[in-house]
């Protein structure tokens, strides 16, 4: 039987599971707070050209995720990254024109709320009220959310205390700064990889990407302690700190035309939950997303699918 259900997130987890329960017959809402879709597969556009800054490439270890990236990958959504200095025999996935690029294909038949932060969940009346921040409320027959464990806890607890247990789910933060140059800055590799500790832990060359047009544009990304260690710190100071070391990478003073850091208050997942999904008692609310599996694309793929495989015999 058809249903009505909403899915809160429009990251790779909640746009998965809509292009499921959509080809299922079953009439979908996603909420989405910011204006974009794909969640941590961000990109940043600006007038000095645009910057993957969340998940910087892909790994489709399981078929399920292969066969998800060789669709993308044919309808010209992803594309192979090889940089020099690639540090892994795993291939590396990169979203087309944009690591956002990658969720486009997926978002069709169903309805996309933009712009609209879902501030509370309850039940009523047999049904479960999605109320957003400005007041407006709808009815489903289940709900299912995909956003960052922590947030997911506090929408979902205070409707049903099995929820309780995200929040022992923990993840790390990631300062990260992107660049843009007038010219290339050749004395940078295309690829950095570095500690945990290092204020500059990752850098990638946007240039050295697929379908990556423009003047140069860097990421760089601190490392997952530094970043805890400095979570509190003055956006400015962050990037003046990161902009530090790069011109120590580089052996040269840098002048960047644009600079900008951005904290990522929950990037990489550091401990999971251990199960694709938590459910609740009466199966009508559902917390899927990488806190599940772990902080990778694909796990956060894979809850969602699992979630779907159970939801198909959960309605009859
Ligand atoms: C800096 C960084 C680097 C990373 N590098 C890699 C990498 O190289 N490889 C890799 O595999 N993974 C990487 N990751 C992790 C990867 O991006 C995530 O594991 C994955 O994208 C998570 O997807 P998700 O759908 O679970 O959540 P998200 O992508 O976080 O999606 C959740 C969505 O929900 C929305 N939302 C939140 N609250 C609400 C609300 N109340 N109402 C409505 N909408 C809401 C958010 O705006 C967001 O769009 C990285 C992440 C970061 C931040």
Known sequence: MAEKIAIIGAGIAGVTAARTLTDAGHKITVFEKSGGTGGRLSTRRTDFGNFDHG??????????FRAMMTGLSNAGAVALWEPDGKDSDHEWHVG?????????????????????RIAAIARKDGEIVCTDEDGNADHFDRVIVAIPSPQAHTLLSPVDPVFGVLNTIVYM????SMFAFAEPVETLPDLYRGAHTDS???LARNRSKPE??????????????????????????AL?????ALEIMADQALNPIYAQAHRWR???VD???????????????????????????????ESARQLCDHLRHEIS
């Open 271 to 301: 401990k999971p939950f251990g199960s694709a999904y938590l459910a609740s008692h009466d199966q009508r609310l559902f917390a899927i997303g990488d806190g599940m599996l772990g902080g990778r694309v694909e796990a956060a793929f």
């Open 173 to 176: 933060p990631c300062w990260t």
């Open 55 to 64: 998940a910087q490439y892909i790994t489709a270890r399981g078929a399920p």
């Open 266 to 268: 929950y990037a990489l």
């Open 200 to 202: 500059i832990s990752w």
């Open 240 to 244: 003046a700190t990161m902009k530090d």
């Open 212 to 237: 990556r047009t423009g003047i140069e544009t860097l990421c760089a990304q601190a490392g997952a302690q530094w970043s805890k260690d400095n979570l509190e710190m003055d956006k400015a100071e």
């Open 96 to 116: 087309t024109p944009g690591m956002s690029g990658l969720v486009k294909p997926l978002l069709r038949g169903f309805e996309l709320k933009k712009r609209t």
